[in-house]
Structures are given as C-alpha cells and as structure tokens.
C-alpha cells in the first residue's frame, strides 16, 4: 500500500474521530423554556392554571446540575454524580436550606422502565425556537407513545437525565411530560452552550444542611 494512501486513511480516521468528539457534549450548559399548565382539582369549577420558568442544565462530564426556576419564586435543585452514584436535592424548608441525600437507585429503577423503546424518527426537520429539529416517537413495552423532538447534533454521556428518553442519541427540542397531578409540563429547548463549568457548580453551597431522605419525610410531616 502506497504512502499516499496509507496517509488518507489515517487522514480519513482522524476527521471521522473528530466529527464524533464534536458530537459528544462533554461539558456545556443547556436552558430550557417550560410552561406548567392544567386545572386545580380542589376547585368546583377547575380553574385554569399557567407558571412558566427555566429549566437549566449544567454538564460536566459524570456530573449534571439541573436547575428548575419558576416566576413565582421555586426553585429546585438537583446534582448527580454518577460516578460516586450521588445524588443531592437542594430545598428550602421554613426559611432553612437543606441538601437532601436521595437514593439514586430508586431514579435509575425508574428510568429503566422507559429503556429499549422502539424509536421511530421523521426525516422530515421542523424549525423549533431556531433548532432544525426531526420529530420522533418513542414506543414503550407497555404500548404507549411519547412524541418529541429532538437534534442529533450532540449527544449527552448520560441521556437518562432525561428520564423518558434514555437510550436518545441526541439532545430533545420539544416535549411534554405529564405530571401525577393532572398537569403537564411542557419543554422546548431555548439555548444549548459548550463552554467550561466550574466545578463548584456540583458542590452544595454555603449555609445548607446535609440530611438523609428519611430525615427529610419527617420534616415535611
């Protein structure tokens, strides 16, 4: 085999070794748009309600942040260390912040329900908040059916962030999930940066208490 050729193999390897780096996002930030809507089941007449926020989701590696703002004041928070399997919920109770220690394996038991779903992708894109996005279903072992959008730009080293879609090779534009209280939460993906975190994103802030889940339900009691 000549040099020459020898040299575009390799040449060949190593463009196809960079395109699949690029697709991986290793570390960067995504922020997603949400609207909470439904009806109050309290009420007679099941008025209406709407809240809208961001969702914001900081990934380095094995460690994800995901931060959830809504414009009447709550906030949640919620960092997973998949390589020490940790994983820690930020909370206000009674003006004291609290770090809860949640059990990861109760997340993972619960995602694998929604794994090895048959994926049917149109190869049809649709501009979605600027993304040229492909619509897609996802059909589960029990029948039913998840519509979304999603890129295939970037692929994410742990998709299972987003729990109904773990197996996606690809980053979800539009969703929504539905919730135990009746209302639905809808997700469309507004801004997706690859740029470094600060490692002290991870870290519980300042001036929170560290307890158990156990210690958190009789709290909340």
Do not use: C
Request: no cysteine; charged share 25%; proline share 4%.
């Amino acid at each position: 085999m000549s040099f020459k050729i020898v040299f575009l193999l390799s040449w060949a390897m190593f463009l196809n070794f960079e395109i699949n780096a690029q697709r991986k996002l290793a570390e960067g930030i995504l922020v997603f748009d949400i609207t909470i809507s439904g009806k109050i089941r309290d009420t007679e007449d099941r008025i209406p309600e709407q809240k809208t926020g961001t969702l914001t989701l900081f990934v380095k590696d094995d460690n994800i942040r995901q931060d959830i703002r809504l414009e009447d004041g709550y906030q949640y928070s919620r960092l997973i260390n998949y390589t020490t399997k940790k994983e820690l919920v930020l909370q206000h109770i009674n003006t004291i912040k609290y770090a809860i220690e949640t059990n990861l394996s109760d997340f993972y038991n619960k995602v694998q329900t929604f794994r090895n779903a048959e994926l049917f992708t149109s190869t049809h894109k649709e501009h979605k908040n600027g993304f040229e996005a492909l619509s897609a279903t996802l059909t589960y072992k029990d029948g039913s059916v998840f519509p979304f959008y999603y890129i295939n730009d970037y692929e994410l080293k742990h998709p299972e962030i987003f729990e109904r879609m773990p197996d996606l090779k690809g980053i979800p534009v539009v969703f929504d999930l539905p919730m135990n209280n009746g209302f639905v939460t809808h997700f469309q993906l507004r801004s997706i940066t690859q740029e470094p975190v600060a490692n002290t994103i991870f870290r519980v802030p300042e001036g929170y208490r560290i307890i158990t889940k156990k210690e958190y339900d009789k709290l909340i009691k």
